[in-house]
């Protein structure tokens, strides 16, 4: 019986041990398209492209004229930012997210304030490979570079809201919004919004006579929120 015992951790042990060598194995094996001896200047290796499986002839034929286009623009400027982007949405489009990533990391270290290269590093990290400190990192520098844009306090204040929790951070976001937009309607319905979906009235009432007597004449907030002046 105690040697049974014995067999039986042995295995156990074998069996983990297995385990740990083919993670160890997976990690080395496992691509880091972030690292500098990226062959960024192969382009074989650049539009090396697997196709999803789903894929039907219509999303095929959209990475066909994708890839054509980002090839084109490879070889005429590789050095441009927006040739970088272009390659980091076709990734994008067949869900290579990793390699988007880096793509959109070199786009934006060619150019520090292009915001399609800085909204997409925000929105992969948000998303698809989650580092929300680099999301907030990143949503926070779109916002510097165009404090004017309702879109992009509102994506920095759901982030707070939705995956960390900061309903607080979330409100600031929101009001900075409507004061950086010079009360764009946009800022006031993403707040009202929020107030509403908090369960703050009182403040969503606050915003809503304010929307209002800005935008006197907008038929469709009168309807949306006259009743609530009554």
């Not at 400190?133 to 809201?161: C, G, N, V």
């Not at 929101?174 to 107030?195: M, V």
């Not at 369960?199 to 929120?225: G, H, T």
Request: glycine content about 4%; hydrophobic content about 40%; proline content about 3%.
């Amino acid at each position: 019986m105690l040697k049974n015992k014995k067999n039986v951790y042995l295995a156990i042990i074998i069996v983990i041990l297995i385990a740990v060598l083919s993670g160890l194995l997976f990690l080395n094996n496992k691509k880091n398209y972030t690292l500098d001896n990226v062959k960024w200047n192969d382009i074989n290796y650049v539009f090396d492209i697997d196709v999803p499986e789903d894929f039907d002839e219509y999303k095929i034929e959209r990475l066909n004229g994708k890839i054509e286009a980002a090839k084109l623009a490879y070889q005429d400027k590789p050095d441009d930012n927006w040739t970088w982007v272009m390659i980091g949405n076709m990734y994008q489009f067949v869900g290579d997210h990793e390699r988007a990533l880096a793509v959109f990391y070199k786009a934006s270290e060619i150019t520090p304030d292009d915001i399609s290269s800085i909204l997409n590093i925000a929105t992969i990290h948000e998303k698809y490979i989650i580092d929300y400190d680099q999301s907030e990192k990143y949503y926070s520098k779109a916002i510097t570079i165009f404090p004017q844009m309702p879109d992009l306090h509102d994506r920095l204040a759901k982030l707070y809201w939705h995956k960390i929790d900061r309903v607080d951070d979330a409100e600031t976001t929101y009001l900075q919004g409507l004061d950086q937009g010079a009360g764009q309607a946009d800022s006031f319905l993403d707040l009202i919004n929020f107030y509403d979906q908090t369960n703050q009235l009182d403040k969503k009432l606050v915003y809503v006579k304010q929307l209002l007597v800005a935008y006197p004449n907008e038929q469709l907030y009168i309807d949306d929120f006259g009743h609530l002046l009554k």
